[in-house]
């Protein structure tokens, strides 16, 4: 039977899902700054919004880099940001005993790319009764995404998604290929398109991931054009300033561009049922 995104039982209404946020926290009055404006963006556009943002960064290419606030200060940033803003909210983990606390807090857990196939990380996630949003590696063929999502219902949990990120390409960049997207649908599970993470250059910036921005908007266009169930989007006010992905984010006051696309073209794929 074709996945239906009602089964999504964080979400009451068959609309659209878009995950964003900054990519890793930079604080309270900043996190609740871009919360808020993404949150009004989203709820004139009717779709479901989810909250992102790291505590962190635990695969950045240089030790050097900035890596987070931390567990304990980035799930009370963000705990603040679901009872003032009202929307759930979603942060990574790395580790399988970061699981328990962190399901205390997160409405979605994420499994970083990297970290796709780590049986235990998965698997702790599971148990948590938790949405999982597992994000493809960027090694993997998408049909055995099936076996990552195993382990995790293996353990009783099948609220799970599945969320494209980009397969690599030589040493550095990343490409999308389309067809991984219908692919990962047939395995029945909702699928996410990250627009962001895909036009990263992986560690070409000296010590940094680099990017390509002004390519995430079209990339999303055709992610949402083959069908997908939400997008996921890196956002930030002034990406130049931020301390980790600056040059693969959308900017803020593009946001409202991209989700009023975003939205016609969903509502091509789903008609009036969105």
């Known amino acids: 039977m074709p996945f239906s995104r009602k089964q999504m039982k964080l979400f009451d209404q068959d609309r659209l899902l878009v995950i964003a946020g900054p990519c890793q926290i930079e604080g309270r009055d900043h996190a609740l700054m871009v919360a808020e404006k993404l949150s009004n963006v989203c709820r004139n556009f009717g779709v479901n919004f989810v909250y992102k943002s790291s505590f962190d960064k635990a695969n950045r290419t240089s030790a050097n880099s900035e890596r987070g606030?931390?567990?304990?200060?980035?799930?009370?940033?963000?705990?603040?940001?679901?009872?003032?803003?009202?929307?759930?909210?979603?942060?990574?983990?790395?580790?399988?005993?970061?699981?328990?606390?962190?399901?205390?807090?997160?409405?979605?857990?994420?499994?970083?790319?990297?970290?796709?196939?780590?049986?235990?990380?998965?698997?702790?996630?599971?148990?948590?009764?938790?949405?999982i949003n597992i994000k493809k590696g960027q090694f993997m063929h998408p049909a055995d995404m099936f076996f990552a999502a195993?382990?995790?219902?293996?353990?009783?949990?099948?609220?799970?998604?599945?969320?494209?990120?980009?397969?690599?390409?030589?040493?550095?960049?990343?490409?999308?290929?389309?067809?991984?997207?219908?692919?990962?649908?047939?395995?029945?599970?909702?699928?996410?398109?990250?627009?962001?993470?895909?036009?990263?250059?992986?560690?070409?910036?000296?010590?940094?991931?680099?990017?390509?921005?002004?390519?995430?908007?079209?990339?999303?266009?055709?992610?949402?054009a083959v069908g997908v169930d939400g997008i996921f989007v890196e956002t930030h006010n002034d990406p130049t300033k931020a301390p980790s992905d600056g040059s693969s984010m959308l900017p803020l006051d593009q946001f409202e561009n991209l989700l009023s696309q975003a939205v016609e073209i969903d509502r091509l794929n789903y008609g009036s049922a969105k």
Do not use: W
Request: glycine fraction near 10%.
């Open 150 to 224: 195993e382990k995790i219902e293996k353990v009783g949990n099948n609220q799970i998604m599945l969320c494209e990120r980009g397969s690599s390409f030589g040493y550095r960049d990343l490409v999308v290929d389309m067809r991984s997207l219908i692919i990962m649908r047939s395995l029945n599970y909702p699928v996410i398109f990250d627009a962001t993470h895909s036009v990263q250059s992986v560690g070409g910036a000296a010590g940094r991931s680099g990017g390509a921005s002004e390519y995430v908007i079209p990339l999303a266009k055709a992610a949402l």
């Open 69 to 131: 606030v931390g567990m304990e200060e980035g799930l009370r940033i963000l705990q603040e940001v679901r009872r003032q803003i009202g929307c759930p909210i979603l942060s990574d983990i790395h580790l399988p005993d970061q699981a328990t606390v962190c399901a205390e807090i997160l409405d979605i857990i994420q499994i970083p790319a990297f970290l796709s196939r780590q049986t235990d990380l998965l698997q702790a996630a599971g148990k948590t009764g938790r949405i």
